[in-house]
């Protein structure tokens, strides 16, 4: 039963490739290689014919196989090789697949040549495993292939990858069960050739797609095709050498497996986990593979990642600007050089060996060479003295006694020197050429750009820090202001009232007053004093009025009225700091016999508090523009923060401050609070 499904299984893919493989022999144009697909049909229709008709274990179902396979590489390499600038790369890589392939059939001639059993049986596993490698590598590259397509033409080549991808995943399937199960297992072969029909009729189906094909094999599919390639070949020797151990090596066989075995799986995690060996591997795969050395798209991708790397374990950027730059040539290490005064100094160091750079650094020959604009230097070069005289003597001598010291980048940003970078010797060693210099060059100014405007933001900082200090000192030297003038005032009348025992008790109330307020302006003025905020809370508007007003009136007439009023919602010190600003205002714009009036009643179910003068009074323009800006006064010398500070501080309480003026007759600010309520009050 299971020979009757193999042979009209085979039967009917041969039938179905030969005709798909007839249909397209005479078609021209279109995006599709036509001579390599109708290669790669005519090689499966000959190796389904030679499975059904001769069976799956004759050397020549084998060799059909392999022909096969490479048929189809072929055509893979046909629409890949479209894009000129991936050829040699392309050619490398499928070459290698397609060596696999070949070997594969010279193993199973071998197999069909040998007498003895065992070499027989080791010949068959070790065929397998070659022909696993093949169709596991014929599936990495026709995902590339996939991947390597331009957006617009994926559809034209989907049913054309479904189809391969098909093809090989059933000889996985198979070669696997078969190696694991030590022979061939008929059911998975008749599977197969199930399988193959179904392929054919895509394979029918995407032969009429005729839309261009744009492909082209990537950087990163070379190198990892090329690694999945050399580990199973690595694999694959090894399973070739445990066979001949297991014929050859009568009672120690045993132990020569598990010594291979073992040898080989260090040997290979050895070689994997060594940066030299990948270094190499990816200067020769640019080298003779790619027209050129670096995939700028993946480096400037992985370059501008390092130097916005967020988040709060992330390391500074001076550091990562070193990184950014060291990977672009694999450098293992990296030192940032910094402008110090006329010299150049020691900045960010990215695992550079700290033992090896000078304690002290004042470089100033270096400086004045890189900052007048000099090219990427070859320490290599200055140490053979191949570079210019210039050159040489600004070089200072413990870069070139550190051997590992390679390159120093310069850092430049709209022609000013922003510093330089000095590189480590990358694993394997090498001379910089003109792609190296060119990009370089270019992520040296991406990453100067970075650096000067990190200053610049350190820079506004500070300035940021010292405005508002600036802002803190003057409030203060303004509040400072008032209190001098009102103890001048004191000084004054007490030369004609000294006698007078009220006013030596309201002198020293002020002379309290103004301690006190002192005080909180130095706590103030400190940037670590965090002042707490003061609640709201019920405040007796009249007393707090006859308060201010007998520390006040020590220096200048003020005339209070305030009786009978209710209790307002307030903080109690701003609302005195706002007060005395208000009053100090008046009393700098009344004449010295002029009395300034404090009062206060309830308007509109809110408590409202006068301070009125009789002063020059202010325009309107200046009212509305100019009045409550800070930095703007009428008076002479005056600091024109009082109003701007009194507003902002009755609007942090709930309050509303307005103002009424006429130029020659005086000004009257108005302060509303709203009314405690009963709760509050009794509590």
């Known amino acids: 039963m299971i020979a009757a499904l193999i042979l009209w299984s085979h039967a009917l893919a041969a039938l179905l490739f030969g005709a798909v493989a007839l249909s397209q022999r005479t078609k021209r144009g279109g995006g599709m290689p036509r001579r390599a697909f109708v290669a790669a049909l005519a090689a499966t229709a000959l190796w389904a014919l030679a499975m059904a008709g001769i069976g799956s274990e004759d050397v020549s179902g084998h060799v059909a196989e392999s022909v096969r396979t490479i048929g189809w590489l072929g055509f893979m390499l046909a629409l890949v090789r479209r894009d000129r600038s991936a050829g040699a790369a392309v050619v490398a890589v499928y070459a290698v697949v397609m060596v696999v392939a070949v070997v594969s059939a010279g193993v199973a001639v071998a197999e069909s040549a040998v007498a003895r059993p065992e070499a027989a049986a ?220 006329g010299g150049i100094g020691v900045g960010a160091t990215w695992r550079w060996d700290a033992a090896s750079l000078p304690t002290a650094s004042d470089d100033v020959a270096l400086a004045h060479h890189l900052a007048g604009g000099a090219r990427i230097v070859e320490l290599d070069s200055v140490r053979a003295d191949a570079s210019a005289q210039d050159e040489v003597a600004a070089i200072p001598q413990w870069m070139l006694d550190f051997e590992d010291a390679w390159v120093i980048v310069p850092l430049t940003h709209l022609g000013t020197f922003v510093g330089a970078i000095l590189l480590s010797r990358p694993p394997v060693n090498r001379s910089l050429d003109w792609e190296d210099f060119d990009l370089l060059r270019v992520a040296g100014r991406q990453a100067a750009s970075y650096l000067a405007e990190d200053r610049s933001h350190a820079a506004l900082a500070d300035a940021e820090r010292f405005d508002e200090f600036n802002r803190r000192f003057a409030f203060i030297l303004h509040d400072l202001k008032n209190m001098v003038s009102q103890l001048s005032l004191v000084a004054r009348n007490a030369e004609r009232h000294a006698d007078n025992p009220a006013f030596r008790a309201d002198m020293v109330e002020t002379l309290k007053d103004s301690s006190e307020r002192m005080q909180s302006l130095l706590a103030r003025l400190s940037q670590r004093s965090t002042p707490k905020p003061e609640p709201l809370r019920p405040v007796d508007v009249a007393a707090l009025i006859e308060r201010v007003a007998a520390v006040r009136r020590t220096g200048h007439p003020i005339v209070c009225q305030a009786a009978g009023l209710p209790v307002a919602t307030a903080q109690l010190g701003r609302l005195e700091t706002v007060l005395g600003h208000l009053i100090q205002n008046a009393v700098e714009a009344s004449g010295p016999t002029q009395p300034v009036l404090l009062s206060a009643a309830v308007v509109d179910d809110r408590v409202a508090i006068d301070v009125g003068d009789h002063g020059h009074g202010m325009s309107p323009a200046f009212v509305r523009d100019q009045l409550f800006r800070p930095f703007a006064s009428t008076k002479q010398g005056g600091f024109g923060i009082g109003a701007y500070e009194a507003r902002q501080l009755v609007q942090e309480m709930g309050g509303e401050l307005a103002v009424t003026s006429r130029e020659g007759e005086g000004t009257l600010f108005r302060l509303l609070l709203p009314i405690a309520r009963a709760m509050e009050v009794a509590a």
């Open 122 to 341: 080791a010949l068959a596993a070790t065929r397998l495993l070659f022909c696993m490698m093949t169709a596991l590598s014929a599936l990495v590259l026709l995902q590339h292939l996939y991947q390597g397509s331009a957006g617009t033409v994926r559809g034209a080549i989907r049913l054309v990858v479904i189809a391969l991808a098909m093809m090989w995943s059933a000889d996985l399937a198979l070669f696997g069960a078969s190696y694991v199960a030590g022979r061939e297992v008929a059911m998975l072969v008749a599977w197969r050739g199930a399988v193959m029909a179904a392929t054919a009729l895509v394979l029918a189906v995407a032969a009429h797609r005729t839309a261009d094909w744009p492909l082209a094999l990537s950087r990163t599919a070379t190198v990892r095709t090329l690694s999945a390639v050399g580990v199973a070949l690595y694999a694959g020797l090894t399973a070739v050498l445990t066979s001949v151990a297991a014929a050859l090596g009568g009672d120690h066989a045993r132990i020569a497996q598990t010594a291979i075995v073992f040898g080989a799986t260090a040997a290979l995690l050895t070689l994997l986990s060594t940066p030299w060996l990948r270094a190499w591997l990816k200067v020769k795969v640019a080298k003779h593979l790619f027209s050129h050395r670096y995939d700028y798209r993946a480096e400037w991708q992985r370059f501008t990642d390092t130097l916005g790397r967020p988040g709060q374990g992330a390391a500074p950027l001076a550091e990562r600007v070193v990184q950014a730059i060291a990977d672009l040539t694999d450098s293992p290490a990296g030192v940032l050089l910094v402008p110090d005064g």
